[in-house]
């Protein structure tokens, strides 16, 4: 059975992702942090990992894009993934008195429209992720708390849900990366992930991505990430789909002129993002 790393415990939305992403049975190992997630795939103590990269609510996780790169990891695949946040509490909580909650950070960043408006005095305590949340807060049972997470772990941890989608935008999607140690080239590939660095000159940057262009390569995001010690410069990740593999060889190579250090972190099958119309 493929055993496969996520930040964060059963329940959370990390474990919904990866199940869904290898439709088999998975052996879904518990890490304490992103970079314990990279430890285990680059010390093959997993098969993969499932790592969140953005939200369409609290945008990029720039550390994961740096930590792809520090452990020299693979984009294999991607999965998005709907999110819908609840308020839950242990079984009589009423919502006059909760004065703490516990979630995630980027969970909070989700939510913060609807914690404004009804617990604009409650103290906001951060965890590992949101099943963790939901776990403490049936483990210890406290009077004033809720935690904010998925209806699985509410049911998992037997709590009680005070509100359902209080996520601040309906269309809430989180796209995770599923990594290994090495590639896993597939003919399906129709998607990559690069990185590379471009001088501080007029229009360096606009030559690189002018080249994406003349072949017909679609830009699907780019993301600028620091590099740390180095004040004002970054790296610049892109992540491009093509329809025809001949013209993303052609880009690869020609792009190689315009930009330095470039590297692929993955070349994958495109993930669907479905989406729901509430
Ligand atoms: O806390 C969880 O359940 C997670 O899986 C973490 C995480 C994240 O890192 O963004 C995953 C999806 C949601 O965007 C909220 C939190």
């Known amino acids: ?51 969140a990269i953005e939200n369409s609510i609290a945008g990029s996780l720039l550390k994961n894009y740096q930590l792809i790169r520090d452990y020299h990891l693979r984009i ?19 919502a006059k008195d909760i004065t703490n909650i516990y979630s995630h950070p980027v969970a909070f ?20 992720d949101t099943a963790a ?3 403490l ?8 708390a809720a935690a904010i997470g998925n209806l699985r772990s509410a049911e998992l941890y037997n709590l009680e849900i005070l509100e359902t989608g209080i996520e601040t935008n309906k269309k809430n999607y989180t796209r995770f990366l ?16 690069l990185c590379f660095e471009v001088g501080h000159f007029y229009g360096s940057l606009a030559s690189a991505l002018n080249v994406f262009a003349e072949n017909e390569i679609n830009l699907a995001k780019i993301q600028s990430v620091p590099v740390i010690g180095k004040p004002n410069e970054y790296t610049i990740h892109v992540d491009i789909e093509w329809g025809k593999p001949h013209n993303y060889d052609k880009a690869i190579h020609q792009v190689l002129k315009s930009v330095s250090s470039l590297a692929i972190l993955g070349e994958y099958e495109r993930g669907e993002l479905h989406m729901h119309d509430q």
């Open 76 to 94: 294999i695949g991607e999965i998005y993934l709907h999110i819908q946040m609840n308020l839950m509490v242990s079984p009589g909580v009423k």
């Open 109 to 128: 960043q989700q939510c913060m429209e609807y914690i404004e408006q009804y617990f604009p005095d409650a103290k906001l305590h951060e965890g590992m």
């Open 1 to 51: 059975m493929k055993r496969i790393a996520v930040q964060g415990i059963v329940g959370s939305f990390h474990e919904d992702a990866a199940v869904k992403y290898f439709e088999e049975e998975i052996e879904v190992v518990e890490c304490k942090s992103f970079t314990s997630v990279c430890e285990m795939v680059d010390s093959d103590q997993v098969d993969y990992a499932v790592m």
């Open 133 to 135: 949340a939901a776990k």
């Open 178 to 193: 599923v990594l290994s140690k090495h590639g896993n080239p597939t003919e399906k590939a129709n998607k990559a992930s």
């Open 137 to 144: 807060i049936s483990d210890e049972r406290p009077p004033n």
